[in-house]
């Protein structure tokens, strides 16, 4: 079985790290057929990424659920993703993203506050916090937002390398795009919706009537099963190591920042050479080919990363690349940060122990990574383990 087939198997999908280990053996950039070529190392996968002669592939006959989103800026390419980019981050500040501290803070707060002594991390946590956050932000009322985590979940399983919705995938953008159809039409005040909606209608072409549907599906869809897979990813290395809890408790942020490189929750992205004469990691890209780009990888490459297979909140110089890197690079990663480093920093500080209760499962999702369940106890501080919460 070669490294690509292996990394699609069901032991590939559980654990690619092993897998990681024997690509960085072999050298930074892989080939897999003369014009597709898997690229695994940092430096090459940095240099791809912040180099515009490699695209995003536009593939016309893509599957109908991301036709929406191929309107976003995720899957723009140059003229158009700097024109959609400069619009949405004008209107995603980091004012706007600051000022919802409070709101998370209340939002995390409200939630560890319902929370039974025991129970599955993944629903009452780390979908609840981030899907309360987009719907704040996108101004989406409380009622609607429990509809979204199976939505998403269908939606996103489409981009996946092998798409195995069976046509769930079509049923959820149908019914995200009517949903926010009638969002546009009825946006909430001072809103980023309605922020956008104005750009639309100042009918310079900034903005057209598909490109701001698109846009505001990829906004709830990736800002937050990623953010999710944050959450859950960091909470079971906790579970792993509880020594890991004062680190947790001191530098959350440096907590959240190496969680996101040992486990990132977005594993691979894609490219296309659009120009002749390119290169990555000194071997040539024909145009054309189609790059595979295993972000998972480069936060393990051993040439950026000393001992890449230990979680070491402490190591210095940590940049990963799980949120990208380049014209593309995240749009909400300060955003997803902010969260993680709230959430942690209050779980630590109102719970004197969080343990495993139970079997956790992962989601079967090799590009998002994450959990689908993560059953524990939690010890409320101040009470003795084992006392209810
Ligand atoms: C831990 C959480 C997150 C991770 C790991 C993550 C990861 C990523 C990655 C890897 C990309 C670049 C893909 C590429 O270059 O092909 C990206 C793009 C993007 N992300 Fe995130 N993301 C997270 C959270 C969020 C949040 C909270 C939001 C918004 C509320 C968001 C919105 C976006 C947008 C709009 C883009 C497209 C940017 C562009 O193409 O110019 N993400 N994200």
Known sequence: MNLIESLLSPAGRADPFPLYAEAHRLGPVLPITDSAFLVVGYAASNEVLRNPGFRIPTNPSSQPSLE????????????????????????????????????????????????PAEVDFMDRFAFQLPVTVICELLGVPASERDRFRPLASDLTAALELTDTSDGSADAAARELGEYFAHLIRNPAADGLVS???????????????????????LLLVAGFETTTD???????????R????????????????????????????????????????????????????????????????????????ART??????????????????????????????????YSSITAE????????????????????????????????
């Not at 944050?230 to 792993?240: C, E, F, M, S, V």
């Not at 909400?332 to 920093?345: K, P, Q, V, Y």
């Not at 499962?361 to 919460?389: F, W």
């Open 68 to 115: 929406l989103m191929q309107r976003s800026i995720l899957r723009a390419n140059p003229p158009d993703h700097g024109r959609m980019r400069s619009l949405i981050s004008q209107v995603f500040t980091p004012r706007r993203v600051a000022a919802l501290q409070p709101a998370i803070e209340a939002a995390v707060d409200g939630l560890i506050d319902g929370l």
């Open 195 to 217: 922020a956008l909606v104005a750009a639309r209608d100042a009918g310079d072409g900034r903005l057209s009537d598909e490109e701001l549907l698109g846009n505001l599906i």
């Open 230 to 240: 944050l959450l859950g990813n960091g909470l079971a290395i906790l579970l792993d």
């Open 242 to 313: 509880p020594e890991l809890t004062s680190t947790a408790r001191s530098d959350p942020a440096a907590f959240v920042e190496e969680v996101l490189r040992y486990d990132s929750p977005v594993q691979l992205t894609t490219r296309v050479a659009h120009t002749e004469g390119l290169s990555a990691g000194g071997v040539p890209m024909p145009a054309g080919s189609d790059l595979i780009l295993l972000l998972g990888a480069a936060n393990r490459d051993p040439a950026r990363f000393p001992r890449p297979d230990e979680f070491d909140p």
């Open 317 to 350: 110089d940590n940049k990963p690349l799980s949120f990208g890197a380049g014209a593309h690079i995240c749009l909400g990663n300060s955003l997803a940060r902010l969260e993680g480093t709230i959430a942690f920093t209050r779980l630590v500080e109102r």
């Open 358 to 389: 139970g079997q956790a499962a992962r989601r079967d999702r090799l590009v998002l990574r994450g959990y689908r369940t993560l059953p524990v106890r939690l010890t409320a501080a101040g009470c003795h383990p084992g006392a209810t919460a």
